[in-house]
């Protein structure tokens, strides 16, 4: 099982950007995708984006399109998500997830189930 680790939450005014990255705890990423989720209090994990870890396909959420990108590092050292145009709607716990046992076919890469390893979280908060 990898320990993911996310990085680069924070505080930001609307319309400013936020980098968050992905790590394995002493290790490569090794996946078959990985993804971005987020939750707020109440509600449920909703999907953000993800990226193919062999190929580099991504899939975005309707709200997040043009504004985020999800990418990966040829090294397989690090997952990110570059966030721009932020709006107070995207303040949220963020999370990284990744599918280990190849279950993340087109259809299925939208829903948390298909994510076996999962990160903490960090924070982002997008004031108005």
């Known amino acids: 099982q990898m320990q993911l680790v996310e990085s680069g939450g924070g505080t930001v005014q609307a319309g400013g950007s936020l980098r968050l990255a992905c790590k394995a705890t002493?290790?490569?990423?090794?996946?078959?995708?990985v993804a971005w989720f987020r939750q707020v209090p109440g509600r449920e994990r909703e999907f953000v984006a993800a990226i193919m870890w062999s190929n580099y396909v991504t899939y975005y959420a309707d709200s997040v399109k043009g504004r985020f990108t999800i990418s990966r590092d040829k090294a397989s050292t690090t997952a990110s998500l570059e966030m721009n145009s932020l709006k107070p709607e995207d303040t949220a716990v963020y999370y990284c997830a990744a599918d280990t046992l190849g279950r993340a076919f087109r259809d299925r890469v939208p829903y948390a189930a298909t994510y076996n390893d999962w990160g903490q979280g960090t924070q982002v908060t997008v004031s108005s």
């Open positions: 002493g290790r490569d990423i090794s996946a078959y995708a």
